[in-house]
């Protein structure tokens, strides 16, 4: 017996006539296609699932659930004696904290040890500047050097600075991130760091440059010491809302707060010591904001702008 040959939709509507309606053509592939007609299910796992299909599945094949539709295929077995499937459902991934990474824990937890032996080096120093800070110096007053070691200690919470500002643009391009990068968290990382230590080597070689040309040698020693006590000291009250936002519950937002708050101490305290050192005099308004706007304003808009032209050339864009 030859096998018949059904007609397609189309040849069922060009069979009726030209003045038949769309209601007519309807009615006709209706009539014609009768629903759930020819229709073999395999009885192979459906791994897709059409929703709205009911199929009862042979027993042992396929696991249903109790509304009759197929589940999703989850175990390499087969379900048997289940009234019900596991269905498979795609968990959202664990966010990434910097806390939990045991590498950027690490180098946290040994800059801050670091830190406090580099303080504990140059106590003498600390406590020296800090009681004389909002003083003049006497020019007659005959300086005492610091030590090697004060020195050393002095150099270590530099670093410590670059570190914690370092780690707190850090979370804050992870928190805000909308794209993958060319390299792994830690390179970031890294590219962050030296380029904070590089802002302040910049930083340090131009004053050096600047105060040479314009200042004599005692007022640049002052100046030395104490922006060199301002950023050992920066990196000290840092740590804090740093330390509690990767370590603790502190929001990402009070962090940036407290970590703001502490630049802008930093450059008012700068701005102080500029005044008293150098600017000490009538009529040198404009001298002191040229001088601290160039020195100290400009090049942390630079180092921010890199940091943000990293982010963008280090981006995957999809």
Same mark, same amino acid.
């Given at each position: 017996?030859?096998?018949?040959?059904?007609?397609?939709?189309?040849?069922? !509507?060009?069979?009726?006539?030209?003045?038949?309606?769309?209601?007519?053509?309807?009615?006709?592939?209706?009539?014609?296609?009768? &629903?759930?007609?020819?229709?073999?299910?395999?009885?192979?796992?459906?791994?897709?699932?059409?929703?709205?299909?009911?199929?009862?599945?042979?027993?042992?094949?396929?696991?249903?659930?109790?509304?009759?539709? &197929?589940?999703?295929?989850?175990?390499?077995?087969?379900?048997?004696?289940?009234?019900?499937?596991?269905?498979?459902?795609?968990?959202?991934?664990?966010?990434?904290?910097?806390?939990?990474?045991?590498?950027?824990?690490?180098?946290?937890?040994?800059?801050?040890?670091?830190? !406090?032996?580099?303080?504990?080096?140059?106590?003498?120093?600390?406590?020296?500047?800090?009681?004389?800070?909002?003083?003049?110096?006497?020019?007659?007053?005959?300086?005492?050097?610091?030590?090697?070691?004060?020195?050393?200690?002095?150099?270590?919470?530099?670093?410590?600075?670059?570190?914690?500002?370092?780690?707190?643009?850090?979370?804050?391009?992870?928190?805000?991130?909308?794209?993958?990068?060319?390299? &792994?968290?830690?390179?970031?990382?890294?590219?962050?760091?030296?380029?904070?230590?590089?802002? +302040?080597? +910049?930083?340090?070689?131009?004053?050096?440059?600047?105060?040479?040309?314009?200042?004599?040698?005692?007022?640049?020693?002052?100046?030395?010491?104490?922006?060199?006590?301002?950023?050992?000291?920066?990196?000290?009250?840092?740590? &804090?809302?740093?330390?509690?936002?990767?370590?603790?519950?502190?929001?990402?937002? +009070?962090?940036?707060?407290?970590?703001?708050?502490?630049?802008?101490?930093?450059?008012?305290?700068?701005?102080?010591?500029?005044?008293? !050192?150098?600017?000490?005099?009538?009529?040198?308004?404009?001298? !002191?904001?040229?001088?601290?706007?160039?020195?100290?304003?400009?090049?942390?808009?630079?180092?921010?702008?890199?940091?943000?032209? +990293?982010?963008?050339?280090?981006?995957?864009?999809?």
């Amino acid at each position: 017996m030859a096998p018949l040959l059904r007609k397609s939709t189309y040849q069922v !509507i060009h069979e009726l006539p030209d003045s038949a309606t769309e209601w007519q053509k309807d009615s006709a592939v209706q009539a014609y296609f009768q &629903p759930g007609q020819d229709i073999q299910f395999s009885d192979r796992p459906d791994t897709l699932g059409l929703p709205g299909q009911r199929y009862n599945a042979p027993a042992g094949t396929l696991c249903t659930d109790s509304l009759g539709y &197929p589940s999703v295929y989850v175990d390499s077995f087969v379900c048997k004696g289940q009234s019900r499937a596991h269905v498979a459902m795609a968990a959202d991934p664990v966010p990434y904290r910097p806390g939990a990474d045991n590498l950027v824990a690490s180098v946290i937890m040994v800059g801050c040890l670091v830190a !406090i032996l580099a303080l504990a080096r140059s106590l003498r120093f600390v406590m020296k500047m800090g009681k004389n800070f909002f003083f003049a110096e006497n020019e007659r007053t005959t300086a005492v050097p610091d030590t090697a070691s004060e020195l050393r200690g002095q150099g270590w919470l530099v670093l410590f600075t670059s570190l914690m500002l370092a780690m707190a643009y850090y979370v804050w391009s992870v928190a805000s991130g909308d794209g993958v990068t060319f390299l &792994p968290r830690h390179g970031l990382l890294l590219i962050y760091l030296a380029s904070v230590i590089g802002y +302040f080597l +910049f930083k340090a070689g131009i004053y050096q440059w600047i105060n040479w040309v314009f200042f004599d040698g005692k007022k640049n020693e002052q100046w030395n010491k104490s922006i060199l006590f301002i950023t050992a000291m920066e990196g000290v009250l840092l740590a &804090p809302f740093v330390l509690l936002h990767v370590f603790g519950g502190l929001s990402l937002q +009070f962090a940036l707060i407290g970590v703001a708050s502490v630049i802008f101490l930093a450059k008012i305290l700068t701005f102080y010591k500029c005044y008293l !050192i150098f600017f000490q005099r009538l009529g040198a308004i404009m001298q !002191i904001f040229l001088y601290f706007c160039a020195l100290e304003m400009i090049p942390l808009v630079v180092l921010v702008g890199l940091l943000e032209i +990293f982010n963008e050339y280090l981006k995957i864009n999809f």
